[in-house]
């Protein structure tokens, strides 16, 4: 990864839109983080983030943060207590790999996107979206 690229609106909204679409299939939460700041560990940042945005604060505890770090060359992925329970680490891992491959390509928009649908996907197996769901979290991109 390199420097963080300046998405342009239009990315911007690509991404956002992406998460409202992987949104529309499950009550579970997705967030996109980046940052430039120099990260010694991405997970351990990502798991601070969480709790720094109260993503714990879902109903079924179905949050999941998509971290990614310009500034060290490395992204992670923490999902919350009740998603991580059902899929294991397995799934973050094939989900990064399907995002690094994207990345390897600078094709940064494209890999956040992958791995937001990714993980809308697997939300939407195991917390299936209802009537009565609400967007508990904002989908807007956090940048840091």
């Known amino acids: ?10 990315q911007k909204e690509e991404i956002v839109r992406s998460i409202a679409e992987a949104e529309k299939m499950t009550s579970g939460e997705i ?3 980046i940052t430039e700041k120099k990260e010694k560990d991405s997970m351990e940042s990502a798991v601070a983030i969480f709790k720094e945005l109260k993503m714990y604060n879902t109903q079924a505890r179905n949050g999941v943060l998509i971290h ?4 060290s060359r490395t ?3 923490y999902g ?3 998603i991580h329970e059902k ?3 397995m799934f973050w891992e094939e989900t990064k790999e399907k995002m ?6 600078e094709n940064w928009v494209e890999g956040i996107k992958e791995g937001v649908l990714s993980v809308g996907e697997k939300l939407k197996e195991f917390f299936p979206f209802n009537e009565d769901d609400i967007n508990e979290l904002s989908d807007e991109i956090i940048f840091d």
């Open 100 to 105: 690094q491959l994207q990345f390897s390509k």
């Open 31 to 33: 967030r996109v983080h």
């Open 68 to 71: 990614i770090c310009f500034g």
């Open 1 to 10: 990864m390199a420097k963080i690229p300046l998405f342009s609106p239009k």
């Open 80 to 82: 919350d207590k009740g």
């Open 87 to 89: 899929v294991g680490d």
């Open 75 to 77: 992204f992670a992925i």
